[in-house]
């Protein structure tokens, strides 16, 4: 029987434990299992192989983006190295021009000292990505939305692009989850997730996810896993599941304050632009709804150069200047010192990621609050005539 998403959150996966009856996933706090003889085992030998509760965990964020197998990691950026590590030199992938800094620092300071290169291509225009790919081109890498101007790809179009010239799709589906949309239904052959953000909601736990459908695929990256050995422990597991199990509540809410925000900032006067595709004068605003059931929460704004973003970031009083994203709470960067600084000034500069650009991950406080909050910040920092 296929239920839906809200109770595929709560009951999907490994739903309870079938040895004791608790409603719960039991912690399985161990590094190792005992064996009954040489060569037998009761289908665990030890826990960087494999664990119950990081299995669980794995089959429930699979369960949730429609994919058949699912592998946990200790971050999300011990999720991309995996997949990057299942390329070799002279291999190239294209990538979305505004992607997570860290992603961009690993292509890179790490993955081009084994001679892996990549691309960097306005991934919302398809022209440009089909330009862009030949013979050395293995993958498409994209966000979408993406971090920090929430650029908007057509996914299904980049898939069709990608496997017609025989290459695979990677899509980091962070910033709205599977609540919101499920690239490996568009024809993504690989999703990753950041699960330190939305999954887990609560800002108390980091950890990675990698969700694909290609079973000789899945058995390279289970390969890769295991031998790098980056995995999510026991109670990070549990964590996440937790946090999942209230995923649709608390994404109904950030995407109803991220639209009144979003409009707010639009009609304030104190900003040049705002980036978010649930703005009908967005450009991505029709390719989101046609692929996606929302448009997440995460805002970027280029404040007027009337105010000082840095005072307006002291001013702040409910919403936390921090890195990461998808919390409870509402956080607010500076990408261009922040989670972008790992981008040279001179390409940041070129896909907009400006000195007043802000970043706000909206939470799910009073709607009210935030706006007031923004409100006095900003008009507290304005400069000295």
């Given at each position: 029987?296929?239920?839906?998403?809200?109770?595929?959150?709560?009951?999907?996966?490994?739903?309870?434990?079938?040895?004791?009856?608790?409603?719960?996933?039991?912690?399985?706090?161990?590094?190792?299992?005992?064996?009954?003889?040489?060569?037998?085992?009761?289908?665990?030998?030890?826990?960087?192989?494999?664990?119950?509760?990081?299995?669980?965990?794995?089959?429930?964020?699979?369960?949730?983006?429609?994919?058949?197998?699912?592998?946990?990691?200790?971050?999300?950026?011990?999720?991309?190295?995996?997949?990057?590590?299942?390329?070799?030199?002279?291999?190239?992938?294209?990538?979305?021009?505004?992607?997570?800094?860290?992603?961009?620092?690993?292509?890179?300071?790490?993955?081009?000292?084994?001679?892996?290169?990549?691309?960097?291509?306005?991934?919302?225009?398809?022209?440009?990505?089909?330009?862009?790919?030949?013979?050395?081109?293995?993958?498409?890498?994209?966000?979408?939305?993406?971090?920090?101007?929430?650029?908007?790809?057509?996914?299904?179009?980049?898939?069709?692009?990608?496997?017609?010239?025989?290459?695979?799709?990677?899509?980091?589906?962070?910033?709205?989850t599977p609540y919101l949309q499920r690239p490996l239904t568009l024809g993504a052959d690989i999703v990753i997730h950041s699960g330190t953000k939305y999954l887990g909601g609560h800002s108390d736990v980091i950890?990675?996810?990698?969700?694909?459908?290609?079973?000789?695929?899945?058995?390279?990256?289970?390969?890769?896993?295991?031998?790098?050995?980056?995995?999510?422990?026991?109670?990070?597991?549990?964590?996440?599941?937790?946090?999942?199990k209230t995923l649709g509540v608390r994404m109904d809410r950030h995407v109803e304050n991220a639209g009144r925000i979003a409009e707010w900032l639009v009609q304030s006067g104190y900003v040049d632009r705002v980036?978010?595709?649930?703005?009908?004068?967005?450009?991505?605003?029709?390719?989101?709804?046609?692929?996606?059931?929302?448009?997440?929460?995460?805002?970027?704004?280029?404040?007027?150069?009337?105010?000082?973003?840095?005072?307006?970031?002291?001013?702040?009083?409910?919403?936390?200047?921090?890195?990461?994203?998808?919390?409870?709470?509402?956080?607010?960067?500076?990408?261009?010192?922040?989670?972008?600084?790992?981008?040279?000034?001179?390409?940041?500069?070129?896909?907009?990621?400006?000195?007043?650009?802000?970043?706000?991950?909206?939470?799910?406080?009073?709607?009210?609050?935030?706006?007031?909050?923004?409100?006095?910040?900003i008009e507290s920092s304005a400069k000295e005539e």
């Amino acid at each position: 029987m296929g239920i839906k998403i809200n109770s595929l959150l709560i009951h999907g996966g490994i739903d309870g434990d079938t040895a004791t009856g608790a409603v719960n996933v039991p912690v399985y706090q161990t590094s190792t299992y005992k064996q009954d003889g040489l060569g037998q085992n009761r289908g665990w030998e030890y826990s960087r192989t494999g664990n119950p509760t990081r299995a669980a965990a794995e089959k429930l964020v699979a369960d949730l983006e429609r994919g058949t197998y699912g592998l946990a990691f200790a971050s999300g950026l011990a999720a991309i190295s995996t997949v990057l590590s299942l390329f070799k030199e002279g291999d190239k992938l294209v990538v979305s021009d505004n992607i997570y800094g860290g992603t961009f620092r690993i292509l890179d300071n790490v993955f081009d000292h084994f001679g892996i290169t990549y691309t960097i291509v306005d991934t919302s225009d398809p022209a440009k990505v089909e330009a862009a790919i030949d013979d050395d081109v293995k993958a498409v890498y994209v966000e979408s939305p993406a971090n920090p101007l929430l650029t908007v790809t057509d996914i299904r179009e980049v898939a069709d692009i990608a496997h017609r010239n025989g290459k695979i799709l990677i899509v980091d589906n962070t910033f709205l989850t599977p609540y919101l949309q499920r690239p490996l239904t568009l024809g993504a052959d690989i999703v990753i997730h950041s699960g330190t953000k939305y999954l887990g909601g609560h800002s108390d736990v980091i950890s990675g996810f990698v969700v694909l459908n290609d079973k000789e695929l899945s058995e390279r990256l289970y390969y890769l896993q295991n031998a790098i050995g980056g995995v999510l422990a026991p109670w990070d597991s549990y964590l996440v599941i937790r946090g999942i199990k209230t995923l649709g509540v608390r994404m109904d809410r950030h995407v109803e304050n991220a639209g009144r925000i979003a409009e707010w900032l639009v009609q304030s006067g104190y900003v040049d632009r705002v980036y978010y595709p649930g703005l009908t004068s967005d450009p991505g605003y029709e390719v989101q709804k046609k692929q996606a059931d929302g448009a997440g929460a995460m805002i970027s704004f280029v404040l007027k150069k009337a105010y000082d973003h840095r005072k307006f970031f002291e001013r702040l009083k409910i919403i936390t200047l921090a890195e990461s994203l998808g919390g409870v709470e509402s956080l607010v960067c500076h990408p261009a010192s922040m989670t972008h600084a790992a981008i040279p000034a001179e390409v940041r500069k070129k896909v907009g990621i400006v000195d007043e650009l802000i970043r706000l991950s909206v939470g799910i406080e009073d709607v009210e609050d935030l706006i007031d909050d923004l409100k006095q910040a900003i008009e507290s920092s304005a400069k000295e005539e």
